[in-house]
């Protein structure tokens, strides 16, 4: 996987100020250079085309709804979309499942507290930015290559030997810095709430 450049983070930045102002052939771009990385985003997390492809298009229209949501200053423009199609892969899977059978525990603790609706509400997006502006203070607080691990891990999906390959560090310093930085995340923003 590769890491965008500035001027695709630009691009990507501009295009959702036009999606914001109503830009349809923003839209359009932004779901041309996008829509390969987030169709295998909900792919790995609803494991069915079909339903992959759904969840791409509930995702573009939330896109185009809350665009001018977006802040360059909280969340890079590809994290701030992920989230999104992560968002709507894990409603899709909790109707499917609210459906036949419970979501695993695991899953549940991860979305309960943060995933509710199908679309955000004025509250809900206060909310979201209230967690955004709380995460940034906590990642703020972690040291500098801890912090790059963490963000290269889980905002632009590397996988641990894709970091130990790319920072040329050992598997394990990785996979302990990952683990530790999570630790200290957890613990900073359960003191902020």
Same mark, same amino acid.
């Given at each position: 996987?590769?890491?965008?450049?500035?001027?695709?983070?630009?691009?990507?930045?501009?295009?959702?100020?036009?999606?914001?102002?109503?830009?349809?052939?923003?839209?359009?771009?932004?779901?041309?250079?996008?829509? /390969?990385?987030?169709?295998?985003?909900?792919?790995?997390?609803?494991?069915?085309?079909?339903?992959?492809?759904?969840?791409?298009q509930e995702?573009?229209?939330?896109?185009?709804? !809350? &665009?001018?949501?977006?802040?360059?200053?909280?969340?890079?423009?590809?994290?701030?979309?992920?989230?999104?199609?992560? !968002?709507?892969?894990?409603?899709?899977?909790?109707?499917?499942?609210?459906?036949?059978?419970?979501?695993?525990?695991?899953?549940?603790?991860?979305?309960?507290?943060?995933?509710?609706?199908?679309?955000?509400?004025?509250a809900q997006?206060?909310?979201?930015?209230?967690?955004?502006?709380?995460?940034?203070?906590?990642?703020?607080?972690?040291? /500098?290559?801890?912090?790059?691990?963490? !963000?290269? &891990?889980?905002?632009?999906?590397?996988?641990? /030997?894709?970091?130990?390959?790319?920072?040329?560090?050992?598997?394990?310093?990785?996979?302990?810095?990952?683990?530790?930085?999570?630790?200290?995340?957890?613990?900073?923003?359960? &003191?902020?709430?």
């Open positions: 996987m590769t890491i965008p450049d500035d001027n695709t983070q630009a691009l990507l930045i501009d295009l959702l100020s036009r999606v914001a102002q109503g830009d349809e052939l923003a839209l359009k771009q932004l779901y041309d250079l996008t829509s /390969g990385r987030f169709y295998g985003l909900a792919l790995r997390i609803v494991r069915a085309g079909e339903l992959a492809e759904d969840v791409l995702s573009y229209l939330s896109i185009w709804r !809350s &665009a001018a949501d977006y802040r360059a200053s909280l969340s890079p423009p590809l994290a701030w979309m992920g989230l999104i199609v992560r !968002s709507r892969a894990l409603d899709l899977l909790r109707r499917r499942t609210g459906e036949r059978v419970q979501l695993t525990d695991s899953l549940d603790e991860l979305t309960e507290d943060t995933l509710e609706g199908d679309s955000p509400d004025p997006c206060a909310d979201a930015s209230q967690q955004a502006q709380a995460l940034h203070r906590c990642l703020a607080q972690l040291k /500098g290559p801890q912090r790059e691990v963490l !963000s290269l &891990a889980y905002l632009r999906e590397f996988s641990h /030997g894709d970091l130990a390959e790319q920072l040329k560090l050992p598997l394990g310093t990785i996979k302990s810095w990952i683990r530790r930085g999570l630790e200290q995340l957890r613990l900073c923003m359960g &003191a902020l709430h």
